[in-house]
């Protein structure tokens, strides 16, 4: 994998994931969801406390995660015609660099669409300078410079005191972010954070590789030189019945950010305490866990407990990962978020999606359904 990395042109170095910012109906709401359920902690907001009387932002922090959830205040406003046409998702995937306009001009020079120019944004604690340039379907992607900036996250944001504080649950930074793309339209994007971005491919699936008696998918995985950006690119695949990624493209209206993979260094306390406070996962047959350790051999962790929090585990050349999927978090079947711990592994859990299959199946055998 390290001498794939170095495969990436590198022209755009990019220190991380700043912030990802979601449109969403209700943004209180929604924060309040993220804390109680998913162990985030009140960072800043923005709004009419603030003097921002177009929209409201609440920030939430992990570890190394940073979410925004931005509503309007009022009607006709562009976010409100996002959240109107897609329902709640990903508008921005914000990544932290040290010169914004240097990648700016870059990328468009490269072949990006802009989103808006370099703009530096100063308050008492200094400055930062952010540009913004579009990728698949509405979704963007806006770099941010902070090197000359030492208050709590962005100018324009004030602290965000809250009295109800639920502790965190381990999540520490955003292992990778899915986007689902249009029939054919998956080289294309790899091309673009190929071509603009400097990225290169490090894995790919066909339909042989995902491809079950309900769902089809193609993917490819887009990294950056370092390895800290990893960008899957999915496109639908002909299955007999429709496919996930179709299906999200229908309700989404467009391509978007399918998943957001939030990484723990111990999945089953993370999970433990995902289920207790009320986040639903994708069902998990039970015969799966029948042929677990005949699939990936010897594990550190119990069969029983993973059977029990019905965790996933897959295996590749460099040793395995143990994840899992949320259900859907919002009206329409479209984002969900994936919890995944790392053993050495740095695959995406194809072999899960067979898996899961075969477990389907068998227990369809059992009730003589098949
Ligand atoms: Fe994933």
Redesign the pocket.
Known sequence: MEKLYKEAGDFMPINGTDYVELYVGNAKQAAHFYKTAMGFQSLAKSGLETGNKEYESYVLAQNKIRLILTSPLKSGTEIGRHIDKHGDGVKVIALWVDDATYAYHEAVKRGAKSYFEPRTEKDGKGEVVRSGIHTYGETVHIFVERKNYHGLFLPGYEKWESDFNPDQIGLQFID?M?GNVGDKRMDYWVNFYKDVMGFAQILSFDDKDISTEYTALMSKVMSNGNGRIKF?INEPAKGKKKSQVEEYLDFYEGEGVQ?I?LATNNIIETVTALRQRGVSFLEVPDSYYDVLKERVGEIDEEIEVLRKLRILVDRDDEGYLLQLFSKPVQARPTMFF?I?QRKGATS??KGNFKALFEAIEREQELRGTL
């Open positions: 990778h899915v899957p998943h993979a994936e995944i995406f859990g």
